[in-house]
């Protein structure tokens, strides 16, 4: 008999559809693995009565001859920066421990009402803030994968949505919520071989997601293909009245038109994300996707993206600032810890409650937003961000004019292992140097798994499209997906 | 860029992080570091360049003068509101007295 | 211009005073939140989660208080800025849940207008002055702290928090107390004819930030202090007094006068600093990146024009033209709500002069001494005209006409009921009043030889007598011709 862990989110909705299995025997399956994969760390919260329930309300549908839900029987696991009713949502940061929200995020209540499940909430990096998982309050999230050096290094599974990548690499859940602010989603996609995908900025609402930086924010989804992102994005997406950011539109039907023949598509190479230092497998990996690109039908043109080498730092300022307010409200007074000390009065708590509260590196990024929002320094550094920002944005503008999509490598490297990089925020901040363009500029990207390196960890190959042509992003993707053939998985070992 | 750590007690009491002495001296190079290391953005030129308002184009939405229409964004949910505090009485958030 | 001037011991000063009034838009739901804003609800009961900051909350923005804090634009020919943004000032406080207040600094959606303002109402024209403002801006008010309710704690109440304000900063272009409380007040009244605002200060819907400084004449402006959300119009005046005075003094010490925020404590009738940390005071602005820019299009500023009421210097303009005096003519349109009633008023049909006249000294004088704002007036806007009627048809004078409102007042009756009930109908019966006349004339034989020598003076005293026998009843123009007629008829025999 099949393991039903190991077929995907369309199987499995097809499956629980046509009657190969129940929806109930899924959710046990998934249950089973997660309880037994505490090694990863993974999961902060783990629900399996919301699972068992969303399976069963589809077996009694289909028993009853309704017709099911998009996602009905499909269990998933749920970032833990979504609010979710009832269930304790801390975005991994000590300082929200405790916090069960009394309302569901827009995004989580879509894929509810289009009858996923929710196997429970996922470790992630402490507020998002992070490229390897390494600032979670409540320790690593370790990847499945290994080097195949025989050594026994604990490897990053990226970040921030590292407890999403770790959990569909190891088949602990079919698929998993991300958020994806400068590389969140795609960075620990790339890391652990799975596919994920950042939509165009506006698509998922932001409502009831807790907030890292608001103008960079965007929910997508992480799976095992293309087929199953797809398919979880129509679910995430659509109009919100109650985030001001909101794009009004329809939701196209992503997976209806999904298409592996890219005759007549401009592919543009940026010639800008060469950079020094690359390891060669990557950029051998992006040669053998332009040649993918090409089979299937694809012409190659070389674009420039002149102001690539300013977007990292341009982030660094413009995530920071926005983050260093949107994290204002956490001072003790309606949700969360409080430290306060003996004696101490308001101002102090707060300073207290907050020093006890976030982790390092939240701290570290609310210092840099402060410090270049303050007084004498706000036009210098935000202002002049914003400017580089809108020179980025029409870096990219230009480009459109030649191509259709947009192929580069998701990372400059593979997963590195725990502990590596922690040392040098800016070698961690470099990770996200192919990533955080596109962020900056609100364009939908996804990364898929192209191959294996020399040590035996996945690569990613990242396509950015034009704004709203999630469509075009999906089909390229689908291309490299059905001619890498990338059927590696990691071995259980935990 | 350097930055010392009386800078760094500044940006923390801003910022309401308590910080002991040790700690702002280690963050002073730190923070230098990546203060130096966005500077390169100084090398632009943006004359004439508009800073970035909204990254796909859209408008700003408003919203009809109606109380409590969507529930999820309207008031009388004081058991909601008051639910997670670390601190309720009689209905109110407390805290620690403050002299104004 | 003013002329005010502080004496000091080295010679007179000026005041320069600029006001940021915070005024409360009347909308039933907050900025941006569905949450209610009515006054004195429960504590926390109009919260939504957006008020109280939970996470992952954002803001989406009241139609409904964009359009006043334009039509208020409008109102004093502001410029209406069609794009505008939204910002953030970033402090910690337990009021401000966000731990940033959503304003607009550096886009605000109303630019420079102005407000005209006098200082004698019985001679609006020749005392007026234009004050300039500087901008209108869209802003969250924030919660509020009580501090007596419990020995160690601060109790938190957001009800109040995200409730939309319109910041109105003038330019410093008042220069005593008395303009500072004219333009205070002609403000209110331009918030409430537009319905912007119900400037109610008692409830906190308005309240003001007095800037401050003085200078020897001629010399450049001062240094200035801030005293915050001072709430009524003659505490506003007693704060440009106190602390013009205050500085007069710290200055011919020798001292400086520090740039600071400070408090009135009315109690005392002072103002002193708040010994809060100045320094910490760097808010860091920057565009809230939950909201996108706010463009307005010409339909919806069109709608917002042609929404606007008649306004206060407009009314009194147009009554000026129909011949009501402008002291009259201001008093009317003070209050929209007086201007309303006499609006009302003139569109029955009676003559504008007379029934200001009527209005401002019988209406008003009744309603101060039963203490009943107009809206509660006993007497409605038909009945005055009915009044008014009688009095013009000569059917009640003067006299006869107050003792029938006083009726009207008690009983809530029409003037021609009380008329008819009570007999006060006024008689130009000329035979009657001849009869009484010539009894009058009798009794006082004395009297009418001293007129008739030349004592002029005696022709009230005849007509007061004659009133006075008729019971107030008589028609006094009657009574006037026929009395020059007895009394002159002997003087030619």
Not at chain 1, 68 to 76: D, F, H, Q, S
Not at chain 1, 436 to 453: E, K, N, Q, T, W
Not at chain 2, 80 to 93: I, K, R, S, T
């Amino acid at each position: 008999m099949t393991d039903l862990t190991d077929i995907g989110i369309a199987g499995i909705r097809d499956g629980v559809r046509d009657g190969s299995f129940k929806a109930r025997e899924v959710a046990d399956a998934f249950i089973v693995k997660v309880s037994q994969a505490k090694a990863l760390n993974a999961f902060l919260v783990e629900t399996p009565e919301h699972a068992i329930a969303a399976a069963t309300a589809a077996d009694t549908a289909r028993e009853a001859g309704e017709t099911l839900k998009p996602l009905a029987g499909v269990p998933i696991g749920m970032k833990d920066l979504f609010c979710t009713k009832g269930v304790t949502t801390t975005a991994a940061s000590h300082i929200l421990e405790g916090f069960t929200p009394t309302y569901e995020s827009t995004v989580s209540q879509n894929l509810w009402d289009a009858g996923a499940g929710m196997l429970g909430k996922l470790n992630m990096d402490q507020f998002a803030m992070g490229s390897s998982n390494e600032t979670s309050a409540f320790g690593n999230v370790i990847s499945p994968w290994k080097r195949n050096d025989g050594g026994n290094a604990s490897l990053a599974p990226g970040g921030s949505s590292g407890g999403s990548s770790s959990a569909v690499a190891a088949r602990l859940c079919p698929g998993a919520t991300g958020t994806d602010t400068g590389g969140s989603i795609r960075q620990p996609a790339a890391f652990t071989g799975i596919s994920g995908i950042k939509p165009t900025y506006g698509r998922c609402s932001r409502w009831g997601t807790i907030a890292f930086a608001s103008s960079l924010d965007q929910a997508g989804p992480m799976a095992r293909d293309v087929r199953d992102c797809a398919i979880l994005l129509e679910a995430m997406a659509g109009f919100d009245a109650k985030d001001g950011t909101s794009l009004q539109l329809d939701v196209p039907k992503w997976e209806a038109g999904l298409s592996g023949n890219l005759n007549g598509l401009r592919v543009g190479i940026p010639k800008e994300y060469r950079v020094d230092g690359m390891p060669e497998e990557i950029e051998s990996l992006w040669q053998q996707g332009i040649a993918w690109m090409k089979d299937a039908g694809a012409t190659i043109v070389e674009v420039s993206l002149p102001h690539t080498k300013y977007a990292l730092p341009a982030y660094y300022i413009i995530a920071p600032a926005e983050a260093s307010s949107n994290l204002a409200r956490y001072d003790g007074v309606r949700y969360g810890i409080r430290d306060l000390p003996t004696g101490a009065g308001l101002q102090d708590m707060y300073a207290a409650t907050r020093a006890d509260g976030f982790g390092p590196e939240v701290k570290r990024r609310i210092m840099i937003g402060t410090y270049v929002l303050s007084a004498g320094f706000y036009d210098a550094y935000y202002t002049q961000a914003q400017k580089v920002r809108t020179l980025i944005a029409r870096d990219f503008e230009r480009a459109w004019e030649m191509c259709d999509v947009l192929l580069t490598p998701t990372a400059p490297s593979a997963a590195f292992a725990l502990g590596e990089k922690s040392a040098d925020p800016i070698a961690m901040y470099l990770n996200d140097v192919f990533t955080v363009p596109s962020s900056l500029a609100g364009l939908p990207a996804m990364s898929v798994p192209g191959g294996l390196d020399k040590q035996g960890l996945p690569l990613g190959l990242q396509i950015i499209g034009k704004p709203l042509d999630e469509q075009g992003v999906l089909n390229a993707g689908l291309a490299i997906e059905q001619r890498a053939g990338f059927t590696a998985r990691p071995e259980a070992w935990w | 860029m350097s930055v010392d750590t009386a800078t760094v007690k500044r940006i923390a009491s801003l910022a309401r992080i308590a910080i002991t002495d040790e700690d702002a001296a280690r963050m002073a190079p730190e923070l230098g570091n990546i203060l130096g290391w966005i500077e390169m953005l100084g090398e632009v030129d943006t004359t004439g360049v508009e800073p970035m308002t909204a990254v796909i184009p859209n408008t700003l939405r408003l919203r009809d003068d109606v109380v409590n229409a969507d529930p999820l964004t309207g008031g009388g949910i004081r058991e909601q509101v008051l639910a997670n505090a670390p601190a309720a009485e009689h209905g109110f958030f407390a805290v620690p007295k403050v002299i104004e | 211009m003013s002329d005010y001037r502080i004496q000091g011991d080295t010679g007179e000063w000026e005041v320069v005073v600029g006001l940021e009034v915070h005024a409360q838009v009347t909308s039933n739901a907050k900025l941006f939140s569905g949450a209610a804003t009515a006054f004195g609800a429960e504590p926390n009961t109009q919260v939504s989660l957006v008020d109280a900051a939970m996470p992952g909350m954002l803001p989406v923005p009241n139609r409904e208080c964009i359009r006043q804090a334009v039509r208020t634009g409008m109102a004093i020919e502001a410029q209406i800025n069609k794009w505008s943004r939204f910002d953030r000032k970033n402090y910690f406080y337990a009021d401000l849940p966000q731990g940033y207040q959503i304003s607009q600094l550096y886009h605000p959606i109303v630019g420079e207008g102005a407000i005209d303002i006098s200082l004698d109402e019985k001679n609006p024209d020749a005392t007026g002055k234009r004050i300039g403002v500087e901008r209108i801006h869209v802003e969250q008010d924030a919660g509020k702290l009580m501090h007596d309710q419990h020995p160690t704690q601060s109790y938190v109440d957001l009800n109040r928090s995200g409730v939309a304000l319109m910041e109105i900063v003038s330019k410093p272009d008042l220069a005593s107390p008395a303009e500072t409380g004219a333009y205070l007040r002609k403000l209110r009244s331009i918030l409430r004819y537009v319905g912007s605002c119900d400037g109610n200060m008692e409830e906190g819907s308005m309240r003001a930030d007095v800037n401050v400084s003085v200078r020897k004449p001629g010399d450049e402006l001062g240094t200035r202090t801030e005293t915050k959300n001072v709430n009524s119009v003659r505490f506003v005046m007693a704060v440009v007094e106190q602390e013009a005075k205050r500085q007069v003094e710290v200055l011919e010490a020798g001292g400086k006068i520090q740039q600071e925020t400070r408090l009135y404590d009315p109690d005392r009738n002072e103002t002193r600093s708040m010994r809060s940390k100045e320094d910490a005071h760097d808010y860091r602005y920057f565009p809230d990146p939950d909201l996108l820019p706010l463009v307005l299009d010409d339909a919806f500023l069109a709608e917002c024009r042609a929404s606007l009421p008649e306004l206060p210097d407009a009314k009194r303009a147009r009554y000026e033209a129909l011949g009501i005096a402008p002291y009259q003519a201001t008093v009317l349109t003070a209050e929209v709500e007086a201007a309303r009633w006499f609006d009302a008023l003139l569109g029955a049909g009676v003559k504008p002069a007379a029934a200001a006249n009527w209005t401002t000294s019988e209406l008003f004088g009744a309603l101060n001494r039963t203490g009943r704002d107009i809206e509660n007036s006993p007497v409605s806007p038909a009945q005055a005209a009915e009044l008014l009627g009688l009095i013009a048809d000569g059917t009640l004078s003067g006299s006869l006409a107050k003792q029938v409102f006083e009726v009207m007042l008690e009983t809530g009756d029409g003037a021609a009921k009380v008329v008819e009930d009570r007999g006060l109908k006024q008689t130009s019966d000329t035979g009657a009043i001849e009869a009484v006349i010539a009894e009058v004339m009798a009794a006082n034989a004395d009297k009418v030889a001293d007129y008739r020598g030349g004592k002029d003076k005696l022709f009230g005293f005849f007509v007061g007598q004659t009133m006075k026998a008729m019971g107030g009843k008589a028609n006094p123009a009657v009574v006037n011709e026929v009395l020059k007629g007895a009394l002159g008829e002997s003087v030619a025999s």
